[in-house]
């Protein structure tokens, strides 16, 4: 047992002791070495000396808030950051995503859903600009060649469809917001103009997508953003 | 039967003394002071008796007793035996107050309320305060102290009772200036007479034992003190002291209902006009009435007489005599005065009437039908009339002038002009058509009888001697000569000038009847309209407003109201006219409003507290006390008409400001009672609908440890979804509850964005799958649908609660249907069910709080209809239910389809 590799850390900010206790046990099971805060200053600290690979952060914290943690987080750090959130909390989710979060959960949630999270923002923290390619399901895109397949079929895209396939690609498994997928497509003048987004998200699921009201790759996250599913 | 059944037990009466004598003292020690202080009045029939030296007796008697007792004014005169009685009593230190360039000493009623004594000794209570103090008279101070709980001791002599005071002044030739009302005698809780015979009296003054002033003072005094005066006075008060006890033993046998005198029925009337003499006859109704322990009435009747300003005055000063001795103040038009008097009398059943005898001339009787008082005796069967008499007045009546010089000399000037110009065109007709001068005659009696139409009593008459006159030298012969010569010359002559002067006479009276007529038909108007102006205004501003605008209107006077806050605190009230005039907000008339508020009692310019104030502040009474206070800036006296109407307005105002307060808090306390009744609801509901999932939850995860369970995969696996499905309903609870208040609080926020419909239709089917697993669930979903603004979040918690309502109401494997179509400019939402439905009753009210259908399981709040109508309204949609044709139910939501910005191409290839 010795010889086996460290375990991954992962830091939990939470004020709530159930949430923790949860997180705990769940983690645990799955692979994690565990360490809890319950308020937001600790949070920064033990983030800085205990380098985690992943952090669970709370929006809701009884000394600073959630988002101030993750603004003085990115300041040096670029660790994966899943926010956990009330529903009817959409503004602070975007605020959080937009601030850099890697993604979000609403509670209550299940421990499935944490981990496929987790998953998923682990790996896009590789720089996604280094690789050439990705593949999702059936899905491929080429990024040097500019080129998308579906099942070895080439698909002809928009210029606009495709840098928004692009940007979600690079990003794959992760929400971006709708204004960052705005401000990156369009300009961030463009940041309030929602209705674009619907209709080329529309036009690229019929292209992409078997049953376009039905997606498999390219999902809805309600009053959110989209993600291009990883898996 | 005997005189033993009318005649008070004794031995009742001592019992019940008792009784009384022993609560007093269980309630009065200890308790904090709100009960109204004691007065005590030291009566003695002059200077000189020992009033102060008894009272100082008795208050050092009480101070050994333990009690609080404090000297706020006594005059030793420098006596040293009465000063002796000073020593080891507290006494206040007097207040310094400026007056015409010499300092006063006063007596210091703030210093005193602030110190809050047990029993204070003031002495000489008719004294007249120095102007500027707050009330005018020393027994006004007395009695804010005996409101603020304070016991008093004070002195009196008996000819400043304002009843006996002209009585006095007969008597003995001294004029009396200072004078209590009688009614302080009355307040009195117990008055102690200090008598001494006028032998050993005129003793003490021989021995210089008795203060009799400086100088002139002093010589006067000594013709005061003789013997027959003496006697007099002491009889007086002795007099005064035996009434008062036979009304005590009166008062005390009634209360009691010991058997004896029955209440007085009497109700007494005192007819009152500008006289001197009226004076008295006030005085004498006053004593009538307290004998007789009746209330009484002052009535005043203006005739169509033309009045001065004297007369007018003489009138006021008599009823507000009158009313400061206690009676109510009646004034009445009417061109009859006994008429009036009578129908007064009958309106308030009077009877008894005062009446002063008559001064009038043998001429006048008999012109008016006989004397005032054989009219009134002729006319009132059952009421008995008092003649008082009026002949040895100290000073004479005023004569009225026959002729009042009111109007202007321009009106004169008109008059004898129009008059003059009629003489001379009538000469030169005369002359050119020869006429008879009887002729000339009528047509100036004419001119007489139109002038009169227009111009008042004293021109009309000018105008008349001024025709006869021209009659006389220009028409009658010998010409140019007031001698007449012809018997039948002269009788015409004389005839005319007598007609002229009734016909004057009469229309200027009947022009002053319609004047008067109309003043009072205005202050009807007036009150009419200001009643019904605030019964109209609805809210307190509004009131305030009105009233502000209307008195002032009415009175041209800057008028302010004042309203007080939780604390009490008086504020001017919102919504007034305009900003009122700067005198009435300054802090001086701000004081002279809170006390007229605190006393409820009007206090400012023409009352007796604080009168060099400004304003008069009025407070508003209701039977709940002063609600407030009318200041008004007076610029001129008010006439007791006007002062009425300012009375009938000020209360009309307060009813309508208690109206407005009452309904303000009665409109508060129906929200309080609905919100209180709403939580009620909710919390019964709630603590069910919360207790359920808990306890299943509790059950399961402590059934998971059990070592049996925990061995049987198949059971293990049941309570897992147990566990879950109980978790999920109370998320979907709270979201509710969340959904619910943000709504209720108006704090929900509309995050519409442009929104695919397919992607709302998806996640919420994903999200009620579980709920719907045995249920057949269809989604049809029109293609080609255009984006739609909404919230996603919240149209997702629509179709949620409609959905998870089908899965609960309808019978498992039933088709549950979620349809999106387009319908004209609309989005319609459907969803559809086979499950019972609901009653068609009940229909109408599917959409309210706390309402549930009855079939199914007993779970959810009821609130789920109710958030989704909330959230679609907020959605500029629409909302209804209905039962569908085959069974089941259909709710269909329907939202606009705003038409959508244009999505550049550009840079597509």
Same mark, same amino acid.
């Given at each position: 047992?010795?010889?086996?590799?460290?375990?991954?850390?992962?830091?939990?900010?939470? &004020?709530?002791?159930?949430?923790?206790?949860?997180?705990?046990?769940?983690?645990?099971?799955?692979?994690?070495?565990?360490?809890?805060?319950?308020?937001?200053?600790?949070?920064?600290?033990?983030?800085?000396?205990?380098?985690?690979?992943?952090?669970?952060?709370?929006?809701?914290?009884?000394?600073?808030?959630?988002?101030?943690?993750?603004?003085?987080?990115?300041?040096?750090?670029?660790?994966?950051?899943?926010?956990?959130?009330?529903?009817?909390?959409?503004?602070?989710?975007?605020?959080?995503? &937009?601030?850099?979060?890697?993604?979000?959960?609403?509670?209550?949630?299940?421990?499935?859903?944490?981990?496929?999270?987790?998953?998923?923002?682990?790996?896009?923290?590789?720089?996604?600009?280094?690789?050439?390619?990705?593949?999702?399901?059936?899905?491929?895109? &080429?990024?040097?060649?500019?080129?998308?397949?579906?099942?070895?079929?080439?698909?002809?895209?928009?210029?606009?469809?495709?840098?928004?396939?692009?940007?979600?690609?690079?990003?794959?498994?992760?929400?971006?917001?709708?204004?960052?997928?705005?401000?990156?497509?369009?300009?961030?003048?463009?940041?309030?103009?929602?209705?674009?987004?619907?209709?080329?998200?529309?036009?690229?699921?019929?292209?992409?997508?078997?049953?376009? &009201?039905?997606?498999?790759?390219?999902?809805?996250?309600?009053?959110?953003?989209?993600?291009?599913?990883?898996? | 039967?005997?005189?033993?059944?009318?005649?008070?037990?004794?031995?009742?009466? $001592?019992?019940?003394?008792?009784?009384?004598?022993?609560?007093?003292?269980?309630?009065?020690?200890?308790?904090? #002071?709100?009960?109204?202080?004691?007065?005590? *009045?030291?009566?003695? !029939?002059?200077?000189?008796?020992?009033?102060?030296?008894?009272?100082?007796?008795?208050?050092?008697?009480?101070?050994?007793?333990?009690?609080?007792?404090?000297?706020?004014?006594?005059?030793?005169?420098? #006596?040293?035996?009465?000063?002796?009685?000073?020593?080891?009593?507290?006494?206040?230190?007097?207040?310094?107050?400026?007056?015409?360039?010499?300092?006063?000493?006063?007596?210091?009623?703030?210093?005193?309320?602030?110190?809050?004594?047990?029993?204070?000794?003031?002495?000489?209570?008719?004294?007249?305060?120095?102007?500027?103090?707050?009330?005018?008279?020393?027994?006004?101070?007395? +009695?804010?102290?005996?409101?603020?709980? *304070?016991?008093?001791?004070?002195? $009196?002599?008996?000819?400043?009772?304002?009843?006996?005071?002209?009585?006095?002044?007969?008597?003995?030739?001294?004029?009396?200036?200072?004078?209590?009302?009688? /009614?302080?005698?009355?307040?009195?809780?117990?008055?102690?007479?200090?008598?001494?015979?006028?032998?050993?009296?005129?003793?003490?003054?021989?021995?210089?034992?008795?203060?009799?002033?400086?100088?002139?003072?002093?010589?006067?005094?000594?013709?005061?003190?003789?013997?027959?005066?003496?006697?007099?006075?002491?009889?007086?008060?002795?007099?005064?002291?035996?009434?008062?006890?036979?009304?005590?033993?009166?008062?005390?046998?009634?209360?009691?209902?010991?058997?004896?005198?029955?209440?007085?029925?009497?109700?007494?009337?005192?007819?009152?006009?500008?006289?001197?003499?009226?004076?008295?006859?006030?005085?004498?109704?006053?004593?009538?009435?307290?004998?007789?322990?009746?209330?009484?009435?002052?009535?005043?009747?203006?005739?169509?007489?033309?009045?001065?300003?004297?007369?007018?005055?003489?009138?006021?000063?008599?009823?507000?005599?009158?009313?400061? +001795?206690?009676?109510?103040?009646?004034?009445?038009?009417?061109?009859?005065?006994?008429?009036? =008097?009578?129908?007064?009398?009958?309106?308030?059943?009077?009877?008894?009437?005062?009446?002063?005898?008559?001064?009038?001339?043998?001429?006048?009787?008999?012109?008016?039908?006989?004397?005032?008082?054989?009219?009134? *005796?002729?006319?009132?069967?059952?009421?008995?009339?008092?003649?008082?008499?009026?002949?040895?007045?100290?000073?004479?009546?005023?004569?009225?002038?026959?002729?009042?010089?009111?109007?202007?000399?321009?009106?004169?000037?008109?008059?004898?002009?129009?008059?003059?110009?009629?003489?001379?065109?009538?000469?030169?007709?005369?002359?050119?058509?020869?006429?008879?001068?009887?002729?000339?005659?009528?047509?100036?009696?004419?001119?007489?009888?139109?002038?009169?139409?227009?111009?008042?009593?004293?021109?009309? $008459?000018?105008?008349?001697?001024?025709?006869?006159?021209?009659?006389? @030298? =220009?028409?009658?012969?010998?010409?140019?000569?007031?001698?007449?010569?012809?018997?039948?010359?002269?009788?015409?002559?004389?005839?005319?000038?007598?007609?002229?002067?009734?016909?004057?006479?009469?229309?200027?009276?009947?022009?002053? /009847?319609?004047?008067?007529?109309?003043?009072?038909?205005?202050?009807?108007?007036?009150?009419?309209?200001?009643?019904?102006?605030?019964?109209?205004?609805?809210?307190?501003?509004?009131?305030?407003?009105?009233?502000?605008?209307?008195?002032?209107?009415?009175?041209?006077?800057?008028?302010?109201?004042?309203?007080?806050?939780?604390?009490?605190?008086?504020?001017?009230?919102?919504?007034?006219?305009?900003?009122?005039?700067?005198?009435?907000?300054?802090?001086?008339?701000?004081?002279?409003?809170?006390?007229?508020?605190?006393?409820?009692?009007?206090?400012?310019?023409?009352?007796?507290?604080?009168?060099?104030?400004?304003?008069?502040?009025?407070?508003? +009474?209701?039977?709940?006390?002063?609600?407030?206070?009318?200041?008004?800036?007076?610029?001129?006296?008010?006439?007791?008409?006007?002062?009425?109407?300012?009375?009938?307005?000020?209360?009309?105002?307060?009813?309508?400001?208690?109206?407005?307060?009452?309904?303000?808090?009665?409109?508060?306390?129906?929200?309080?009672?609905?919100?209180?009744?709403?939580?009620?609801?909710?919390?019964?509901?709630?603590?069910?609908?919360?207790?359920?999932?808990?306890?299943? *939850?509790?059950?399961?995860?402590?059934?998971?440890?059990?070592?049996?369970?925990?061995?049987?995969?198949?059971?293990?696996?049941?309570?897992?979804?147990?566990?879950?499905?109980?978790?999920?309903?109370?998320?979907?609870?709270?979201?509710? @509850?969340?959904? !619910?208040?943000?709504?209720?609080?108006?704090?929900?926020?509309?995050?519409?964005?442009?929104?695919?419909?397919?992607?709302?239709?998806?996640?919420?089917?994903?999200?009620?799958?579980?709920?719907?697993?045995?249920?057949?669930?269809?989604?049809?979903?029109?293609?080609?649908?255009?984006?739609?603004?909404?919230?996603?979040?919240?149209?997702?918690?629509?179709?949620?609660?409609?959905?998870?309502?089908?899965?609960?109401?309808?019978?498992?494997?039933?088709?549950?249907?979620?349809?999106?179509?387009?319908?004209?400019?609309?989005?319609?939402?459907?969803?559809?069910?086979?499950?019972?439905?609901?009653?068609?009753?009940?229909?109408?009210?599917?959409?309210?709080?706390?309402?549930?259908?009855?079939?199914?399981?007993?779970?959810?709040?009821?609130?789920?209809?109710?958030?989704?109508?909330?959230?679609?309204?907020?959605?500029?949609?629409?909302?209804?239910?209905?039962?569908?044709?085959?069974?089941?139910?259909?709710?269909?939501?329907?939202?606009?389809?705003?038409?959508?910005?244009?999505?550049?191409?550009?840079?597509?290839?």
């Amino acid at each position: 047992m010795s010889d086996a590799p460290p375990r991954p850390i992962a830091l939990v900010i939470d &004020d709530e002791l159930e949430i923790r206790r949860f997180l705990r046990v769940s983690l645990n099971a799955n692979g994690y070495d565990v360490h809890e805060v319950a308020t937001g200053a600790d949070g920064v600290t033990q983030a800085a000396m205990l380098r985690p690979e992943i952090i669970i952060l709370d929006i809701g914290l009884p000394d600073i808030s959630g988002l101030e943690v993750l603004l003085r987080l990115r300041e040096w750090s670029r660790v994966p950051v899943i926010a956990l959130s009330a529903r009817h909390g959409e503004s602070d989710k975007i605020a959080m995503l &937009d601030a850099g979060a890697n993604d979000y959960l609403t509670k209550p949630f299940s421990v499935g859903e944490l981990m496929a999270r987790i998953r998923a923002a682990r790996r896009v923290t590789l720089p996604a600009s280094e690789a050439s390619s990705a593949q999702v399901g059936a899905l491929r895109i &080429d990024f040097a060649a500019r080129a998308v397949t579906l099942n070895e079929t080439p698909i002809k895209l928009t210029k606009t469809e495709y840098a928004l396939l692009r940007m979600l690609a690079e990003n794959l498994g992760k929400v971006l917001t709708h204004r960052q997928l705005l401000r990156g497509i369009w300009g961030p003048e463009y940041e309030r103009e929602t209705h674009y987004l619907r209709v080329y998200v529309g036009q690229l699921r019929k292209k992409i997508e078997a049953d376009p &009201d039905n997606p498999r790759y390219l999902v809805t996250e309600s009053g959110v953003g989209y993600r291009l599913r990883g898996e | 039967m005997t005189l033993q059944d009318e005649r008070p037990d004794p031995e009742a009466l $001592l019992a019940i003394a008792n009784a009384e004598a022993a609560a007093d003292a269980l309630g009065s020690d200890g308790q904090p #002071r709100r009960r109204p202080g004691r007065l005590k *009045i030291f009566l003695g !029939m002059c200077a000189g008796v020992g009033k102060t030296y008894t009272m100082l007796q008795d208050a050092r008697a009480r101070s050994a007793e333990g009690v609080d007792v404090l000297i706020g004014y006594v005059e030793t005169h420098g #006596r040293p035996d009465t000063e002796a009685l000073l020593e080891g009593l507290q006494s206040l230190p007097r207040k310094q107050a400026p007056y015409r360039g010499v300092i006063v000493r006063e007596f210091d009623l703030d210093a005193a309320l602030a110190r809050l004594p047990a029993l204070i000794v003031v002495d000489e209570l008719p004294h007249s305060n120095a102007p500027g103090s707050r009330h005018p008279k020393r027994y006004q101070d007395v +009695l804010e102290l005996l409101e603020a709980g *304070i016991d008093v001791h004070t002195a $009196l002599n008996v000819q400043h009772l304002e009843s006996r005071a002209d009585a006095v002044a007969q008597i003995t030739g001294v004029p009396v200036r200072e004078t209590v009302p009688d /009614t302080i005698l009355e307040r009195a809780d117990e008055i102690e007479l200090i008598d001494l015979s006028p032998d050993e009296l005129l003793k003490r003054l021989a021995e210089g034992k008795v203060y009799l002033g400086e100088g002139r003072a002093s010589a006067a005094a000594n013709s005061f003190f003789r013997k027959g005066n003496l006697n007099a006075l002491r009889e007086m008060a002795l007099r005064v002291t035996a009434e008062r006890v036979d009304k005590q033993m009166r008062d005390y046998m009634r209360a009691k209902r010991i058997s004896g005198p029955w209440k007085s029925t009497d109700r007494l009337m005192v007819a009152v006009n500008d006289s001197a003499l009226s004076e008295r006859l006030v005085r004498h109704a006053r004593r009538l009435a307290y004998t007789l322990d009746a209330p009484w009435l002052a009535v005043h009747v203006e005739t169509a007489a033309a009045r001065g300003e004297r007369e007018r005055g003489g009138v006021e000063r008599n009823l507000a005599l009158a009313r400061e +001795l206690g009676a109510e103040v009646v004034s009445t038009t009417d061109d009859d005065i006994a008429r009036g =008097l009578l129908r007064v009398a009958q309106q308030h059943n009077v009877s008894q009437i005062v009446v002063g005898r008559p001064r009038e001339s043998a001429l006048r009787r008999f012109l008016g039908g006989g004397t005032l008082v054989a009219r009134l *005796i002729d006319l009132s069967s059952k009421i008995d009339v008092h003649v008082v008499g009026g002949e040895d007045l100290g000073h004479a009546p005023t004569p009225r002038p026959i002729v009042q010089f009111h109007s202007t000399p321009a009106a004169y000037t008109q008059a004898l002009g129009i008059m003059l110009l009629v003489v001379m065109i009538g000469f030169g007709v005369f002359v050119g058509l020869d006429l008879d001068y009887q002729v000339m005659g009528l047509v100036f009696l004419f001119t007489v009888l139109l002038l009169s139409l227009r111009f008042a009593r004293g021109p009309v $008459l000018a105008a008349t001697a001024l025709s006869a006159l021209g009659l006389d @030298l =220009l028409f009658i012969q010998p010409y140019l000569s007031l001698s007449i010569q012809q018997l039948s010359d002269f009788v015409l002559f004389g005839l005319y000038f007598g007609i002229a002067v009734v016909v004057g006479v009469l229309t200027t009276r009947l022009r002053n /009847t319609a004047l008067l007529l109309r003043q009072r038909e205005a202050q009807v108007v007036a009150s009419f309209e200001f009643a019904s102006d605030m019964s109209g205004a609805v809210k307190l501003e509004d009131v305030c407003r009105v009233a502000t605008e209307r008195l002032s209107a009415l009175f041209d006077a800057p008028v302010q109201i004042l309203l007080p806050d939780i604390n009490r605190q008086l504020h001017v009230a919102l919504g007034q006219a305009g900003p009122a005039a700067g005198a009435l907000a300054e802090d001086r008339e701000l004081g002279v409003a809170t006390w007229a508020f605190e006393h409820a009692r009007p206090a400012g310019k023409q009352t007796d507290t604080l009168p060099t104030a400004i304003a008069q502040h009025m407070p508003m +009474l209701t039977s709940n006390g002063a609600v407030g206070v009318i200041s008004i800036g007076l610029k001129d006296r008010l006439s007791t008409q006007q002062a009425d109407l300012l009375r009938a307005l000020v209360s009309q105002a307060a009813l309508a400001v208690e109206r407005e307060q009452l309904d303000e808090a009665s409109k508060q306390r129906s929200v309080i009672e609905e919100a209180e009744r709403l939580s009620k609801t909710l919390l019964s509901l709630i603590s069910h609908e919360l207790r359920t999932p808990i306890t299943a *939850i509790t059950g399961a995860a402590s059934s998971l440890t059990e070592p049996d369970v925990d061995g049987d995969p198949a059971a293990r696996l049941a309570l897992h979804e147990s566990i879950q499905s109980s978790a999920a309903r109370l998320n979907q609870l709270i979201e509710n @509850l969340l959904d !619910m208040t943000r709504l209720e609080s108006g704090t929900l926020k509309l995050n519409a964005d442009w929104t695919d419909v397919s992607d709302l239709i998806r996640t919420v089917r994903e999200r009620v799958a579980g709920d719907l697993a045995e249920h057949e669930f269809i989604v049809d979903l029109e293609p080609g649908l255009p984006l739609v603004r909404m919230d996603v979040v919240l149209m997702e918690q629509v179709l949620n609660n409609l959905l998870r309502n089908a899965a609960l109401y309808t019978p498992k494997g039933t088709r549950v249907r979620l349809r999106a179509q387009r319908e004209g400019d609309e989005l319609v939402l459907a969803v559809m069910d086979r499950g019972p439905g609901i009653p068609i009753e009940e229909l109408p009210r599917a959409f309210e709080k706390f309402r549930r259908g009855e079939a199914g399981a007993s779970t959810g709040l009821g609130l789920g209809l109710s958030i989704c109508k909330g959230l679609v309204e907020a959605h500029r949609g629409s909302i209804a239910a209905d039962n569908r044709s085959g069974g089941g139910l259909r709710v269909v939501i329907r939202l606009p389809i705003d038409p959508m910005p244009k999505v550049p191409e550009g840079r597509d290839e």
